[in-house]
């Protein structure tokens, strides 16, 4: 119950809004009470009226424009009830959705490792669509049924005090005992269909994006066994609580009736007219409207309470690194420093990813890092943008500490072009303006001029709108990397930091792409480079580079002068460069 708490202290800001619709909701159900209850009694006491001759002197007026008073107030209630709640509901949700990317987006990448693409997709969307039943169906229907029952207790004490017990016991038996049953027997098939359903996407989502590979090694099988049986666990869970709602459903069919044969017999025994014993009896009938509610919440008990655990989770992990309470303003320079560094990933990693690595990359600098894979080169790049921190040794920007610093203000001077070119699946006006939301229409073709890509852009359908589809899958690698490389020209920051930028280009596409940066480079001294690679014709653009293994720096200096000694350089590259 605390979880739930925990979310439902989340929806502060519409509270407003919540207690709207449950107000509204209390109006709606008194009004169907009232409407029930009048039109029992008003049927009764007009039958009664005419079987003893006295019709012309029975006041139907009053009773019937009650009843249609309550007809009108219970429908625009809930209309009214519908429009608040579901208002509420959307906001608290929307609000809930950035809450949830607001946590994750500092665990990216060290904090997610254990998580998959498919199971956070799944907190995003499912878990979150879960806690619907936590504003809209436990809430709102929970206060409703208790001033239902208050104002019951209130129009019995003055009509029938004797139908009090046996219908707000069986109020309490169907519209309390019943949702806790419900809960009980619900809870382990709820979190077996939210847990299964995390599953079959997570299946899904990694048999889609490796279905090349996985045919190509005739692993499709086992993949698609996993499947099926998240599959077959979803829809077993689901079974499940269809059943229990089938169950709670035939108990609820037959628990109103009973409430008013208990309620119309309590009062008929007590003495009371027949027209009162038919009040009292449908007064007991209109109740039970607010007991559904609550027997539908304890039914999705286990689903939501299984989604907030899994939500709450995010919020329970910690970044790698964690932003500073008062970070430091950022400094005039941008001139980054490594010393002493040591660095070994966290998740039981034994070998150290770097150690003791110094270097600088100075203002204007062209640094590049090569070595065999696995020598540390990537490593260096994610502890500079704040990825991860370093375990021993400082890493500096401008002669300030990156811890103190923080993160997202070092960003500000860094900008990322990975090997990868991760592109959206949008258009490519908006990959771009994740660089800068308020760049210009002429900023934009800019900056695709700089990187050489303004002319495949004009080419395409539908110019910057072109949507480019699932990971920029609809255009090449070439004319992905370009992009990529105009949004950080886009940002404009004076770092820029290139992770095998030209991996798996033609050698017409690389020097177009190299030219291009060049020029970014040339047009302000002060903005520097440092470039991950084992491509030759990037090294012929460094000023410095620095040659690593095993997480060591072996050797510095220009191209030149490495090609012309013996070591861990010239068995790289031989006379290549």
């Keep these: 119950m605390k979880t739930l708490t925990f979310f439902l202290a ?42 003893a001759g006295l019709g012309r002197s029975f006041n139907y007026l009053f009773a019937s ?29 929307a609000r809930l959705r950035l809450w949830v990317f607001d946590r994750a987006a500092p665990l990216v990448p060290a904090g997610l490792g254990g998580l998959r693409a498919g199971d956070l997709l799944s907190r995003v969307t499912g878990d979150v669509d879960a806690l619907d039943g936590l504003y809209l169906r436990l809430v709102t229907p929970a206060l409703s049924a208790l001033f239902g029952a208050l104002a019951v207790v209130i129009v019995l004490g003055f009509a029938a005090p004797a ?45 889609i994006a490796g279905m090349a590979e996985l045919k190509a090694y005739g692993a499709e ?68 409207e607010a007991a559904a509610p609550l027997v539908l919440a304890g039914e999705q008990y286990g689903r939501t309470l ?34 002493s560094v040591g660095f070994t990933y966290p998740g039981g990693q034994s070998r150290p990813a770097l150690t003791d690595v110094s270097f600088t990359l100075p203002e204007g600098g062209r640094v590049a890092l090569v070595g065999a894979s696995g020598s540390g080169k990537s490593s260096i790049i994610r502890l500079l943008m704040g990825f991860y921190a370093p375990d021993s040794g400082a890493i500096r920007l401008g002669g300030t500490d990156l811890a103190a610093l923080g993160p997202t203000r070092t960003r500000e001077r860094l ?83 290139l992770d095998e930028p030209t991996e798996g280009l033609d050698s017409r596409t690389e020097a177009e792409f190299l030219d291009a940066l060049d020029a970014w480079l040339d047009a302000d001294p002060r903005r520097s480079v440092l470039i991950v690679t084992h491509r030759p014709a990037l090294l012929a653009r ?36």
């Design 221 to 288: 099988e086992a993949v698609l066994s996993r499947l099926d049986a998240a599959s077959d666990s979803w829809i077993s869970g689901q079974r499940h609580l269809a059943g229990l709602a089938l169950m709670n459903t035939a108990v609820l069919a037959f628990a109103g009736p009973a409430s008013f044969v208990a309620g119309f017999l309590a009062a008929a025994a007590s003495g009371a007219s027949p027209p009162l014993a038919a009040l009292a009896g449908f007064i007991a009938f209109g109740l039970f």
């Design 65 to 93: 424009g009650g009843v249609r008073g309550f007809a009108m107030a219970r429908t625009l209630g809930r209309y009214a009830e519908r429009l608040a709640t579901h208002e509420a509901t959307f906001r608290i949700l």
């Design 306 to 339: 299984s989604a907030a655990k899994r939500l709450k989770a995010l919020d329970d992990l910690r970044p790698a690194v964690e932003e500073p309470q008062t970070p430091l303003p950022l400094p005039d320079g941008h001139d980054a420093v490594f010393s």
């Design 542 to 577: 460094a000023r410095e580079v620095i040659v690593m293994e095993d997480g060591r720096i072996l050797q510095t200096g220009s191209a030149d002068a490495l090609t012309a000694q013996d070591g861990a350089f010239k068995r790289l590259f031989g006379n290549r460069v």
């Design 163 to 207: 139908a009090i017990l046996p219908v707000i016991g069986l109020f309490i038996l169907s519209g309390l005992g019943l949702p806790l049953l419900a809960a009980k027997l619900g809870q382990s098939a709820g979190e077996s269909v939210t847990q299964s359903a995390s599953d079959t996407r997570s299946e899904a989502a990694d048999l």
């Design 415 to 497: 900008s990322l072009v990975d090997q990868r070119a991760d592109l959206l699946s949008t258009t490519v006006r908006a990959n771009l303006l994740l660089a800068r939301p308020d760049a210009t229409e002429s900023q934009l073709w800019q900056a695709l001029e700089q990187a050489r890509a303004a002319d495949f852009v004009r080419a395409l359908p539908d110019g910057l709108l072109t949507w480019i589809g699932e990971e920029g899958r609809l255009i090449s690698g070439g004319q992905a990397r370009r992009i990529a490389l105009a949004r950080a020209f886009l940002r404009d920051a004076p770092v820029m930091l």
């Design 10 to 51: 989340l929806a502060r800001p519409d509270r407003w809004w919540l207690r709207a619709g449950a107000v509204l909701a209390i109006l709606t159900l008194l009004a169907g009470i009232g409407l029930l209850s009048l039109s029992g009694w008003f049927i009764t006491a007009a039958a009664i009226a005419g079987a």
